[in-house]
Each structure stands twice: as C-alpha cells, then as structure tokens.
C-alpha cells in the first residue's frame, strides 16, 4: 500500500508540472454608463485603468477611489463582470457614474475655438420652494416660501427652511429622513423661532424651540413620538420648558381637500417639565367623520377635546371661537384649561365633479365650552353657532367664507383658508 500510494504522489507531481500555469485577469474591456456629460475617455482617464492592467482583489476599490476623490460625480459605483465565457480570465469593468446637475460652459481654447467645459451646478440650483399662505380670522394673513434640498442625508431624505411673515412670523429649519425598512419609517429633526398675538389676551407670543421626532407608518394608522425643548415670552412671562410626547392618527381619507365616507382621527398625549420644577400633562383629542349623501354632498362630524391635569399658564390655554371652532364668535372669544367642541356641517358641492376647482355652499351648527381645572363641565354655558358658508377647493387649496350667528353674541363673518402640502 505504501509503494502504491508513493507511486500515485510522483505521478500527480508529474502531471502537476506539465500542466500550464492558469494566467491572471486582465482588463478587456472598459464600460462606461449613466448620468453624465463627460466623455467616456476622460473618466476613464480619471480611474486611472486601462485595458490589459491586471485585476487585483482592490482594482475595483481603488477605481472608485479615484472617481470619487475627482469630485466629479455625485454617484460612483464599479462593477467586475466576465467578458469572455471561453476565457474567464478578461475581465470587464463596469463604470457607473451620475454627475448630477451640471451645465455647459463654453471657454476660448488656445487657438480661438469653443471648448465645452462641463460645471457642476451651486447648491442653490438644487433648491425647491414651496410658498406658504394661509390666513384665518384673529391671526391674519400669513405668507411665506418653504426652501428645500433633497437628497442631503442620502435617499428619501430633505433639508427645509420655512420663512413666513405676517399673522405668523417664524423661520425654521427642520431635516427629515424617510425609511422603507425598520421600525422608524420617518424621523425629523429641527429648530424654529415663531411670533404671533394671542388673540384672546392680545400679547405677543414669542418662542424657540427644538426637537426631534419619530413616526412609524402602518397603512392608515401613524404613531409618533417627539422629544422637545422651548422658550416662551409672553408678555411679561417667560418660561422654558422641556415636552415628551406621544401621538397616534387614524387616517382613511383618500382626497383630504373633499372627505368623503372617511374618518381622520388624532390622540396625543405630551408631558411639560418647566425649569420651575413644575409638570402638566396635556392630551388633545380630535376625531372627524365624512359621510357621503346624495349626489356630491357630505355630512361631516367632529369632535374635539384639549385639556390638562391641572392650571396651565395663559400662554398654554386652548381658546374656542372663531373659523377653526365655533364659527359666530370672534377667535379666542373663550379660554380655559379645557376645551370641548363640536361641529355638524353639511357641504354641497355646486359645481361639476370633473372640475378641478370645487365650489360649494354649506349649513352648519357649532356649539363649545371653555372652562378652567377644578370646575365642572355640567356647570358651564354652552356656547352655540348656526350659520352658514361658501367654501372652495382646488387640489393643495382650501377656502372658505362663514357668516353665523352665536347665541348672545350677534352675527359675525369668519374667514379661513390657505395651501396645504
């Protein structure tokens, strides 16, 4: 067995030697693909490969190395591929390159002629602007633009400073990032300062604040959680406070600017530590339906309720009255550390159902109560409202024009709208 397994060693070492040596990879082939204005034979250049080079276990790191450090490309990315299946030593190298915006400029060559010189476009070339209008009876017109940049964390991520003036003077700037994976599918981060009267104490409301947020998004359902931090002078108050906060939204409408047979729904909860050493915890319950009737027309309900686990300062307080909450009352007509609302509305659509505008009339009832910590709700006035409304729609905008009677208050106009995104 010995002599045999000797023998069956020399003879594999023999046949070892005469076997030819298997060659290296090579460059065979170069390609060059994607977005871009530059010529294939300058990237090429820029990777600093050339056909017949050998192909490392790094070749394809150190060529994307190189396209990358030219700051030339936005995106780079390389690929091996085989270019011969007789032959698995040729190798072809895929270049995939995206220049991103870029614009053509034309410079004098030596000799008088034309040069194309490609440039990569400022960053302000980049921006999206989104205006801001929207105006409401007891605050004022307010009007704005939004900047954004997209793509500043990588994919599905956005850059936005708002900037209004008006009934609302604020300026923010606030980053968000979406995910299609994972347990957060949307986190913001941000910071805004923000001025307007209140309209019930006629002050000033001044504040600063920053914060971050998560949301996670299941079909219809959203749950989200914010972490804050602000500043508030109101008057002669000031105050600094940290907030937590957790909130879930039901949302089964498929067109928000015109409901119909959907219900949109809103439960949060947020706790207040001030540097005072004082807490308060607030909750803020708002729940809609939209019924559909006959033809175009829509019964819609609400229901609202903001409140407190105790006294909340006067820069805190819900107000009720006015277009957002008992129309026939001027804005901010109540005040208290809780406020309970309802609403029934029936919109009737006047114009044809293929228009892109909507026009529509409707008849509604408000009724509402403010009352402070400690009292009790069967010992409030309810307040109501009946009246009616012309009110427009068109795709990101809402208008709508109200003139309702409050019971011991007279007849008053309230006014509401603007443009949502």
């Known amino acids: 067995m010995t002599a045999l397994a000797l023998a069956a060693s020399l003879t594999f070492a023999l046949f070892a030697q005469a076997a030819p040596a298997q060659p290296g990879e090579v460059v065979a082939e170069i390609r060059v693909h994607g977005n871009h204005l530059t010529p294939d034979t300058e990237i090429i250049a820029l990777a600093g490969i050339a056909i017949g080079a050998p192909v490392t276990a790094d070749t394809v790191m150190q060529v994307r190395k190189k396209l990358r450090a030219s700051g030339k490309f936005e995106d780079v990315d390389v690929l091996k591929r085989f270019a011969s299946i007789a032959d698995p030593s040729k190798i072809a190298l895929i270049i995939v390159v995206n220049e991103g915006a870029v614009r053509v400029d034309f410079e004098e060559g030596p000799d008088g002629e034309d040069i194309a010189v490609i440039k990569r476009r400022s960053v302000f070339s980049k921006l999206m602007y989104l205006p801001i209008l ?150 803020n319950l708002d729940g809609r339906g939209y019924l559909g009737l006959l033809g ?94 012309v009110w427009m729609t068109a795709t990101v905008f809402r208008v709508s024009l109200s003139v309702a009677h409050g019971r011991g208050a007279g007849t008053r106009v309230n006014f509401g709208g603007g443009l949502t995104f």
């Open 134 to 283: 929207n105006a409401e009876d007891g605050y004022g017109l307010t009007y704005g633009v939004t900047s954004s940049i997209a793509n500043v964390l990588g994919d599905r991520s956005r850059l936005s400073v708002p900037l209004s003036w008006g009934g609302t003077r604020r300026a923010g700037v606030e980053i968000e990032k979406n995910f299609v994976s994972g347990p957060i599918t949307r986190v913001e981060i941000g910071a805004a300062i923000q001025r307007r009267t209140n309209p019930a104490f006629d002050e000033e409301d001044d504040r600063g604040r920053v914060w971050v947020r998560g949301e996670r998004a299941f079909d219809s359902i959203r749950v989200g959680s914010t972490l804050g931090w602000q500043t508030v002078t109101f008057g002669p108050i000031s105050s600094e406070m940290t907030t937590v906060g957790a909130d879930v939204t039901l949302d089964t409408r498929l067109d928000p600017a015109y409901p119909r047979n959907a219900v949109f729904a809103t439960a949060a909860w947020e706790r207040m530590s001030f540097t005072s050493g004082a807490s308060l915890q607030r909750t």
């Open 296 to 389: 175009q027309s829509v019964l819609a309900v609400r229901v609202l309720r903001q409140g407190a686990n105790g006294p909340q300062p006067a820069y805190l307080k819900p107000l009720l009255g006015g277009w957002s909450s008992l129309r026939g009352f001027e804005t901010g007509a109540f005040v208290g550390d809780i406020v309970l609302a309802g609403s029934a509305e029936l919109l009737v659509p006047i114009s044809s159902p293929i228009s892109v505008a909507r026009l529509g009339l409707s008849v509604f009832v408000d009724t509402g109560v403010a009352y402070d910590f400690g009292q009790r709700l069967r010992e409030q006035v309810n307040q109501i409202g009946i009246g009616g409304s």
